[in-house]
């Protein structure tokens, strides 16, 4: 099991940041920091928005390494984009888990309101005074 697999099950935005710390401080132990852009491997991750950009300045390095036809690079950014993705994709779905969910047109105090009246497909519009018939 990969770093990347573990981040995929992480239930926490704590344990996603730990993991990702933890990998960044595997690769500066690993010799691989001097492939990695340096934004990308600074402490602390500041957060969902950092990840994200974290994930976008891969992904333009690893274009560029591609052109360049550096082998090693690619592997190591190639790895990066493995876990900092995991992380993104996984910091993404908490986030919509954590979010409370719309409210119905009773909560929004819109249930007396003749703005929620919608006519039913190929039927013209009520008039006015057929709203509250």
Known sequence: MSI???????STKHEIRFL??????????AGKL????????KLPLAGPDDVRERVRMLTIEQNTAWK???ARGCLAIEEAL?????AQARLNLLE???SP????????????SPLHVIPPMGKANPRPDQLHA
């Open 4 to 10: 990347a697999d573990v981040i995929r099950e992480a």
């Open 96 to 98: 919509t888990a954590c």
């Open 20 to 29: 990702l710390t933890a990998y960044i401080q595997s690769v500066r132990y």
């Open 34 to 41: 001097s492939l990695l852009p340096a934004a990308v491997s």
């Open 82 to 86: 493995q876990v900092f993705g995991a």
């Open 68 to 70: 360049r036809l550096n």
């Open 101 to 112: 969910p719309p409210p119905t047109v009773v909560q929004a105090g819109l249930a007396d």
